[in-house]
């Protein structure tokens, strides 16, 4: 199974970096945009994270929240935060259940995590997916589609 767009967001739960558990129903009756990315202080996810931080004022005046996932620990999801000062949520996925959930392709014949991005409407529709492995392109297409919405 994979989201498709105008698909409902699932319900699912997951630890924060913080150690804390998440539940997706904190999400009702927001925009929230749930990026998947392969892996905590590597150039291209750094560079997507950083780029997600500089632009969250945006997401927030549109009434959206991010939400980064990969399949990093806790731990080292807490590091990455600190580092760069990211101030939204990243979720813990080391089983790839998420990744499974929302059908997150691997890149390179399977050897890399997908780097895939999905937003959904305050209703919890999926509005738009962009899936790429060029980390810049994922803001900007996020912001776009969430300002179409409105």
Same mark, same amino acid.
Do not use: W
């Given at each position: 199974m994979s989201i498709q767009i105008g698909n409902q967001l699932p319900h699912f739960s997951s630890v924060k970096q913080d150690g804390t558990n998440f539940d997706s129903h904190s999400l009702?009756?927001?925009?929230?945009?749930?990026?998947?990315?392969? %892996? &905590? $202080? /590597?150039?291209?996810? /750094?560079?997507?994270?950083?780029s997600f931080r500089d632009a969250y004022q945006d997401f927030q005046d549109l009434g959206a929240e991010v939400i980064g996932v990969s399949g990093d620990s806790v731990s080292s999801?807490? =590091?990455?935060?600190? %580092?760069?000062?990211?101030?939204?949520?990243?979720l813990s996925d080391e089983n790839r259940k998420l990744r499974k959930l929302f059908g997150v392709p691997t890149a390179l014949f399977g050897l890399i995590p997908g780097r895939v991005t999905y937003v959904f409407n305050s209703k =919890?529709?999926?509005?738009?997916?962009? &899936?790429?492995? $060029?980390? %810049? $392109?994922?803001?900007?297409?996020?912001?776009?589609?969430l300002q179409n919405q409105n």
């Amino acid at each position: 199974m994979s989201i498709q767009i105008g698909n409902q967001l699932p319900h699912f739960s997951s630890v924060k970096q913080d150690g804390t558990n998440f539940d997706s129903h904190s999400l009702q009756h927001k925009s929230v945009v749930i990026y998947f990315y392969p %892996k &905590d $202080n /590597t150039p291209g996810c /750094t560079t997507q994270a950083c780029s997600f931080r500089d632009a969250y004022q945006d997401f927030q005046d549109l009434g959206a929240e991010v939400i980064g996932v990969s399949g990093d620990s806790v731990s080292s999801h807490q =590091g990455f935060q600190k %580092k760069y000062q990211l101030p939204f949520i990243l979720l813990s996925d080391e089983n790839r259940k998420l990744r499974k959930l929302f059908g997150v392709p691997t890149a390179l014949f399977g050897l890399i995590p997908g780097r895939v991005t999905y937003v959904f409407n305050s209703k =919890g529709i999926c509005i738009y997916i962009f &899936d790429s492995l $060029n980390a %810049k $392109n994922h803001i900007a297409k996020a912001l776009i589609a969430l300002q179409n919405q409105n």
